[in-house]
């Protein structure tokens, strides 16, 4: 099984900046792609960052130019560096892994638990 651990969210005032971190362990193969995404309430789950085992990032509009997505590879960890933070990015926070168990086992997706972003004065 896989386990993806997230760090502790919390309070930051508007233009504060936290750093969210993921790590995944258990029967891991290899990782294609790993990412944040966040549920707002009453919203539905959103895209924040996702980044390729290459590096290769993508983000929304909303967040581009404030959050930063990175990984280490060896360690199987993610990082979202989110500065210039605004009330509108209140939300859980969700890590996202796409990864393989063997090289013949389908990629499937595997999910943090959450952790709560909350961004208030």
């Known amino acids: 099984q896989v386990q993806l651990v997230e760090s502790a969210g919390g309070l930051v005032q508007p233009g504060g900046s936290l750093r969210l971190s993921c790590a995944a362990s258990?029967?891991?193969?290899?990782?294609?792609?790993m990412g944040w995404y966040r549920q707002a309430p009453g919203k539905q789950r959103e895209l924040v960052a996702t980044?390729?085992?290459?590096?290769?990032?993508n983000y929304p509009d909303s967040v581009k130019g404030r959050f930063t997505i990175s990984r280490d590879n060896a360690k199987n960890t993610v990082y979202l560096q989110m500065n210039s933070l605004k009330p509108e990015d209140t939300a859980v926070y969700y890590c996202?892994?796409?990864?393989?168990?063997?090289?013949?086992?389908?990629?499937?997706?595997?999910w943090g638990q959450g952790t709560q972003v909350t961004v208030s004065s």
């Open positions: 996202n892994a796409n990864l393989r168990h063997t090289a013949w086992t389908p990629p499937r997706d595997y």
């Open positions: 980044i390729t085992s290459g590096g290769s990032t």
């Open positions: 258990g029967s891991i193969f290899s990782i294609r792609a």
